[in-house]
């Protein structure tokens, strides 16, 4: 164990675990024998995929990296002002890099709060990069991460009760990749999890320009493009598949009704592809699509609902100077509350 390990745990599993196999292998299955085909998109996050993914935050296009910097920039004071003369957990879910959230770490090593980050990501390659940046650029903070799916830090979170409040970030329009109904369960379940000191401060992607959407999940290097391909890669590597990524395109389209950026796989020619650990093989006819992701997109009424239905009442909302980006506080509502 080096001793960037000893500032994270892993809870489940890993990408090397059988689990982590047969739970990829179970959804390859399910999603190919589906009508229409479809792969779940927290799979990305291998390796590979969290390096691209950190590609992909740098590009022009990509404006949601650009408007969520820039309100943590302008704003985290006054966010951070909720959790003032407390000690508390700074909890990350889904940190990645966590390179917007190091803007509220710095701001707290220089108050000198009495704070503990805990960043939670399925991606250990991801966390060992997170846990060796934060020693290297802010010794002072206390680390404490987590290997883990989300809903597993969550309870690992439950678990924590401990005297401090805690700050949950759930930043990046992650909970864009659930539609409306798990995004309710899910910020339902954050809620569980809360009591009233405690708050979220969770990122919306509002809706824009489509032209701006569509530019953001197409973009001109195609760093999108070879993030969605490695999805097939990372079959190919764990389950012993045999794509040939040349005959697949990536494909990102906006669907209007829905309020959803939706990405796919499409397959150029008619094709047959088999995976060694289903001992099977899936057709593909040409142009036939595998759904890869969900991004939704949504209006401030979307964001008044999802936090009344999620059980919170919506503290402020701080937003990009264009109102392309919300990030929103929300105050846990329970019993004995007059909010
Ligand atoms: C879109 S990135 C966002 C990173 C960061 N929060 C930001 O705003 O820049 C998503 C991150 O969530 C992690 N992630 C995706 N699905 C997850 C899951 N089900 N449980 C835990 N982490 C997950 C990925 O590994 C990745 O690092």
Redesign the pocket.
């Known amino acids: 164990m080096d001793s960037d390990e000893q500032r994270y745990v892993v809870i489940g599993e890993r990408a090397e675990d059988s689990d982590t196999i047969e739970e990829l292998a179970y959804e390859v299955l399910v999603g190919l024998s589906s009508e229409p085909k479809r792969l779940p ?2 799979f ?2 291998d390796d590979v995929g ?1 390096r691209l ?1 950190a590609r992909i ?1 740098r590009l022009e296009e990509y404006y949601l ?1 650009d408007c ?1 910097h820039s309100i943590l920039e302008r704003s985290g004071p006054e966010i951070l002002s909720c959790m003032e003369g407390r000690a508390f957990n700074l909890v ?10 190091m803007l509220l770490l710095r701001h707290l090593a220089e108050i000198g709060a009495d704070v503990t980050y805990v960043p ?4 250990e390659g ?1 966390m060992k990069g997170l846990v060796a940046t934060i020693r290297k650029e802010l010794p002072s903070i206390r680390v404490e991460g987590v290997v ?4 597993r ?1 969550l309870q690992w979170l439950v678990r924590q009760r401990s005297d401090r409040a805690n700050l949950v ?1 759930f ?2 329009s ?1 909970v864009g ?1 659930f539609d409306r109904a798990q995004a309710r369960g899910f910020l339902g379940r954050i809620w569980a999890s809360l009591r009233s000191e405690d708050r979220v401060l969770v ?1 919306f992607d509002l809706k824009k320009d489509i032209e701006k959407l569509l530019a953001a999940y197409n973009d001109r290097e195609g760093v999108t493009s070879a993030f969605n391909l490695n999805l097939l890669e990372r079959i190919n590597r764990e389950l012993g598949a045999n794509f040939v990524t040349d005959r697949f395109r990536h494909f990102g389209t906006y669907d209007v009704t829905s309020g959803a950026m939706k990405s796919y796989l499409v397959s150029l020619d008619p094709q047959d592809v088999r995976v060694d650990a289903l001992d099977r093989s899936f057709h593909f006819d040409a142009w036939e699509p595998v759904h890869t992701e969900y991004s939704y997109k949504y209006l401030r009424s979307d964001l008044d609902s999802l936090a009344h239905d999620s059980g919170f009442v919506v503290e402020q909302r701080f937003e990009d100077e264009r109102g392309w980006f919300a990030d929103d506080l929300w105050r846990p509502r329970k019993g004995g509350d007059d909010g």
Request: hydrophobic residues 35%; aromatic residues 12%; glycine residues 18%.
């Open positions: 998109s927290r990305f996050y969290s993914f935050m990296t969520e990350d879910l889904g940190a990645g890099d966590g390179a917007k959230t939670i990501d399925i991606s991801a883990a799916e989300y809903h830090g970030l930043l990046g992650n990749n990122g």
